[in-house]
């Protein structure tokens, strides 16, 4: 419905466990981003990507790696997390620079780290 | 100093009435606005974006104030199906960053 789609809905990890978020846009823009929206805080930006090159790195700790294979696929790979790290994960994608171009959001995956 | 700042309310309204959302922000190069709604575990979806002329759209009506660095939105006739979380976002557009408020939460009541 909104052209961007993220898989798994719902992901219950371990701290030891090794998993990964996908998102993919049918919109045809040239920049994704992944944010973070822990309870009562703002949408937190964690990773951008723009024509495939990761432009933006928020100082997200390196048990999250991004990967951006082509401009419509986006992965966010976790390993190791803590229990904070528990938050609903939105990837976005726009149509990079330009006056006015809005984001647009996947349905989110909602992460809980045991 | 956070990039946008919002009343998070909550804002409770009987229906019918008219209320109005206030944001700020802290970049003067910042170049788009925008307002999202988001519902209760769901994704942000963009409500309206905002024109340096200020805008409307049906009830809603943004409104823009460079000089003060200063956001509106103004809901008009609230109706039930209002009640959400409404997002305050800005864009630098000098790189692809959106930031965005906490968000101020609105619940109308019959």
């Known amino acids: 419905e909104t052209g961007v789609t993220q898989t798994p809905r719902h992901l219950v990890m371990g701290m030891t466990n090794k998993k990964s978020l996908k998102c993919e846009q049918h919109?045809?823009?040239?920049?994704m981003y992944w944010y973070k929206q822990s309870a009562k805080k703002p949408l937190e930006l964690m990773f951008v990507?723009?024509?495939?090159?990761?432009?933006e790195n928020n100082s997200v700790p390196s048990r999250f790696s991004p990967e951006c294979p082509n401009s419509s696929h986006l992965f966010l790979h976790l390993h190791t997390l803590q229990p904070e790290d528990s938050a609903l994960y939105l990837c976005?994608?726009?149509?990079?620079?330009?006056?006015?171009?809005?984001?647009?959001f996947g349905q989110g995956t909602r992460l809980t780290v045991v | 100093r956070k990039e946008v700042e919002q009343d998070p309310g909550p804002f409770n309204v009987p229906e019918g009435a008219t209320v109005a959302f206030n944001c700020t922000y802290s970049n003067s190069a910042s170049q788009s606005f925008f307002w999202y709604r988001q519902d209760c575990r769901k994704e942000p979806k963009l409500l309206m974006s905002?024109?340096?002329s200020g805008n409307e759209d049906g009830r809603f009506t943004a409104q823009l104030n460079r000089a003060s660095q200063y956001i509106s939105l103004l809901i008009r006739d609230s109706k039930l199906s209002d009640s959400a979380t409404y997002l305050c976002?800005?864009?630098?557009?000098?790189?692809?960053?959106?930031?965005f408020g906490t968000g101020t939460s609105l619940t109308v009541i019959p």
């Open positions: 919109l045809g823009h040239n920049a």
């Open positions: 976002v800005v864009n630098l557009n000098t790189g692809n960053q959106f930031y």
């Open positions: 976005a994608s726009s149509q990079g620079r330009g006056v006015n171009t809005e984001a647009f």
């Open positions: 990507y723009s024509l495939e090159e990761r432009v």
């Open positions: 905002v024109y340096s």
